[in-house]
């Protein structure tokens, strides 16, 4: 017999742009080497990933779909149009798509992973069109979809409510930490090699974006408060693109080292005190489980996705309360004996989070799916 072949949907991937969608790619095939199974696996990329590296371990084959990933229009009329049929050509018995979207018609057995539904927190500054794609195609792949797989309880949650999709059809399955070697994170520009010259003695760092929900202008008008207070000595490092309008010029202590490449930021996150996390929107948080993977203990907002990753590995703040930010960084900056139990703690937690696991996870899910796909058609045929 035929082993049973998977179809990995990552019409998607842009490689270095894609940002979290590519780590979580790149980790489940990674995890998918490790792992014996009866599957082997054909992924459909396009043009834009035509070279993208497959882990050595992965028993797989590419097939290079004439599409470009980079007009999101034209990905969804071939992956709702032509891919159907290049499943079924292709022999594939089960398809799953690993962002956001998958074929609606599909010829076999799906599964579609959607991350997070940030359409649902921040669906009013987004563009029309924009906000209409991010609503519409996820709907209908989770309508269309045998199993919904998703990355936190949090975001099964909000999928259950804003898709309404049946809470049994909808599965977490966890991240694994990402290697600080990979190319792929949310944030982090590939470039040559280079060493961060200057870095202060004692410093916090955080990852900075212009998207509101990340609250980077927040956190530094909470620094500059506990500097010109005189409750705080460290100096800011912000990764990243800072929020437009933010001027850092007139804050002192605070550096913006932009995007940079993850030798770098491996660097930054051995040499930091503590990572900043105040998001307070996450389907996820990498940066998190990266920091706590190399031991960087964390300061994070106790909001989404946040505190289901960090568990108890972490000290949180309010991210609506600026005072309670305030008091929590100040508190925790001065005590290096709680420093070094976080350390020690997040370095136990992150040790639970590997992509073997999250492959495990996911192959079993995909046996369930081909076991009751099959069940009823055997009702059927009764």
Known sequence: MRRIRVGLNLLYLR???SGGTETYAKGLLDGFGEVASD?????FVSRAAATWPFPPGLRARRVVCSVSAESR???HLFEQGAFPALLAETG??????LGYTGPWMSPCPSVVT???VNVSAFGAVMKPADRIAR??????SSLRADLVATISDFSRFQIIQHFRVAPERVRTIYHGVPSLSSA?????????NERILGLPPRFLAAFSAESPHKRTAELVRVFRRLREEGRLQHDLILLGKSPRGLDLSSVPGVRSLGYVPRSVLAQVLDLTDWLIVPSVYEGFGLPVLEAMSRGTPVMCSRAAALPEVAGDAAVYFDPWSEEDMKAKIAEAAADMKLRDRLSMAGRIRAAGFTWARTAGETLNA???VLCARDSARRGRGR
């Open 39 to 43: 599957f082997d696996y054909v992924v």
């Open 114 to 116: 959607i991350h997070d």
């Open 15 to 17: 490689p270095g742009v």
């Open 184 to 192: 792929a994170s949310a944030g982090i520009d590939e470039s040559p």
């Open 92 to 97: 594939i018995d089960l398809v799953h798509s």
């Open 135 to 140: 609503t519409v195609f996820p709907f209908l």
């Open 366 to 368: 995909y046996s369930e």
């Open 73 to 75: 229009a034209a990905r």
